[in-house]
């Protein structure tokens, strides 16, 4: 099936967000279809190889709402580059809603999907929503106790110190202090396996808005934060997708995610987390994507 693409802004804590939405072909006000509202993993933007789950599904017959968070990419919204859970899990419930508003889609159907960072966005979400119809999370991040475990001490401390002082100048009205999203081993970022770096440069297209660069006060936002303790509150079918090698989202979490939701289904990938953005593992997720959905946002009239 054949889609159409156009760009759309959704308003979101007063800061207007930049999104693709997918039409399918032949979906209008008498012909209602699904749709599958998305957004990328940590400190990522639409931009870096989204197009390659939501194409696949527009042309499997749902329609896709692809935005980027406040502050990130081509969306607005001062300052730039924080990772505020909460506010991004505000941008999808405004995105879910202005979803729900399209004259083509069916309000009773609309899916979650989320990769990593936005993989646990997804159950906390789809944990306050009982509209929602399906949710998918990719190599999601589950658990930030788990997550400060497997980081360096120096980094951790180095961390600490660095996201206070960024607290602290936020409060005074100053500017972030950025760290690095991302870096080699050893180096000082946010994102160091040995996976993280050449993942991130794999999905970053020459038309990215990314940065390499992030508030430091994620760093302790992100331990205290545990999406996999929503689970069992999510009362739509939930598809977790576990990567087995994951060194960045530890698999353990995810895979507990899937056991604790009421209607969790797990599937299983040999693969690195970034190995899911790309070539036949990202083929075979879409393929059991489109099947989860299939079975569980039967088309409508």
Not at 79 to 88: I, L, M, Y
Not at 152 to 172: K, Q, V, Y
Not at 182 to 192: E, K
Not at 221 to 228: D, G, N, Q, T
């Amino acid at each position: 099936m054949a889609h159409a693409i156009e760009e759309t802004t959704i308003r979101s804590g007063g800061a207007a967000l930049a999104a693709w939405l997918l039409r399918p072909t032949g979906a209008d006000a008498e012909h209602r279809t699904s749709c599958v509202v998305m957004a990328h993993g940590f400190s990522a933007t639409r931009r870096d190889g989204l197009l390659a789950f939501a194409e696949p599904f527009a042309d499997a017959g749902h329609g896709v709402l692809a935005f980027d968070y406040r502050g990130f990419g081509d969306s607005g919204g001062e300052p730039r580059q924080v990772v505020d859970v909460a506010g991004q899990q505000d941008d999808y419930r405004a995105a879910i809603e202005h979803a729900r508003r399209l004259e083509w889609v069916d309000p009773e159907r609309i899916a979650l999907w989320g990769s990593s960072l936005s993989g646990g966005h997804v159950v906390d979400v789809a944990a306050g929503d009982d509209r929602l119809a399906a949710a998918i999370a990719q190599a999601p991040f589950a658990d930030g106790l788990a997550q400060l475990r497997a980081a360096a001490p120096w980094i951790a401390l180095r961390g600490t110190l660095d996201a206070l002082l960024d607290i602290g100048l936020a409060a005074l009205g100053g500017a972030p202090r950025m760290i690095a999203a991302v870096g080699p081993p050893g180096s000082y970022a946010v994102l160091t396996a040995p996976e993280a770096e050449p993942g991130f440069r794999a999905i970053v297209g020459a038309d990215s808005r990314w940065r390499n660069a992030v508030a430091a006060r994620v760093l302790l936002r992100l331990v205290a934060w545990r999406p996999v303790r929503a689970a069992g509150r999510v009362s739509c079918p939930l598809f977790v997708c576990v990567c087995e090698r994951d060194a960045t989202t530890p698999p353990g979490g995810a895979i507990r995610m899937a056991e604790l939701a009421p209607r969790g289904e797990l599937a299983r990938y040999p693969i690195g987390h970034f190995d899911i953005y790309e070539g036949e593992p990202l083929r075979r997720a879409v393929a059991d994507q489109i099947a989860f959905l299939a079975r569980v946002l039967p088309r409508g009239g």
